[in-house]
């Protein structure tokens, strides 16, 4: 591109920021272009974790979704994960007392 043109817009999809540019420029023969683009930024402690490109916003905020969808199912995982009693055995987890005895 001759010359190019970009006007950002910034949308908050759980963690993740979607920043749609709309994009204006004029080709190296003088053709006119217009274009919607977008990327997706995961910020951490602060800084720019993961940043991805994609050709169209819909892309984008489907992909953004998904990724708090997938956050989601991953730390209601690790909280569910069951945790021994006090009275399980460690080697097969069944709880109460022995066969014949104690």
Known sequence: ???LTSEPTAHRV?????????VHGILVDGTPREADVAD???FRE???G????YEAPEEA???ATLRC?????REAWGRTTPTPSPTSSPS???TGSSPGGS
């Open 1 to 3: 591109m001759k010359h």
């Open 14 to 22: 759980g963690p993740e920021i979607v920043v749609v540019h709309r």
């Open 40 to 42: 997706v930024f995961r």
């Open 46 to 48: 602060g800084r720019i």
């Open 50 to 53: 993961r940043m991805r490109a």
């Open 61 to 63: 905020f489907a992909a």
């Open 69 to 73: 969808w997938i956050d989601a199912y």
């Open 92 to 94: 097969t987890g069944f």
